[in-house]
């Protein structure tokens, strides 16, 4: 008599197979996640730096019309917050009202940019006073 053994059925997955797949999925999430968090926070930088260049050419305007620079945005009719929240400016003046620093400081989550506060002066400095050792901030 013979005796024949029957291969189980095709059907479903092995918990070892599941198991796999469930670690697979864990590294690449431990590798993709930081990634995306940080070209979310270069991609809000944008604001930043688009609300501190529309700040500059405000008070380039203002100047050439009152020889001084202004010291508050109600002066300059611009708003002081970034389109999206990401950002809040502040004006410093000096040397009687002749020169500018503009600086745009993150707000909520995105006060975990290695840039931190940007800054842009009359003279065109950018600046930037997180601890971003590449200097890719601008």
């Known amino acids: 008599m013979r005796t024949t053994v029957r291969a189980r059925g095709g059907r479903g997955f092995s ?10 999925i864990a590294i690449l999430a431990v590798i993709a996640v930081p990634a995306y968090r940080g070209y ?11 609300l501190l260049t529309r700040l500059a050419q405000a008070q380039e305007r203002y100047y050439t019309a009152h020889n001084r ?5 109600a002066t300059l009719g ?14 410093a003046v000096a040397g009687s ?17 290695a840039c931190a506060d940007l800054t842009l002066d ?12 590449n200097g890719a901030c601008w």
């Not at 950018?126 to 971003?132: E, I, K, L, N, W």
């Open 97 to 113: 009202s002749q020169a500018y620093t503009l600086t745009a400081v993150p707000q909520g989550p995105q006060a975990a940019d």
């Open 40 to 50: 979310v926070l270069r991609a809000h930088r944008t604001e930043g730096k688009d």
């Open 69 to 73: 620079y202004a010291d508050d945005f």
């Open 78 to 91: 611009q708003p002081q917050t970034s389109p999206g929240s990401w950002y809040v400016a502040r004006i």
């Open 15 to 24: 918990l070892i197979e599941l198991m796999l797949a469930a670690v697979v």
């Open 122 to 133: 009359n003279t065109g400095v950018q600046g930037y006073s997180g601890s971003s050792g």
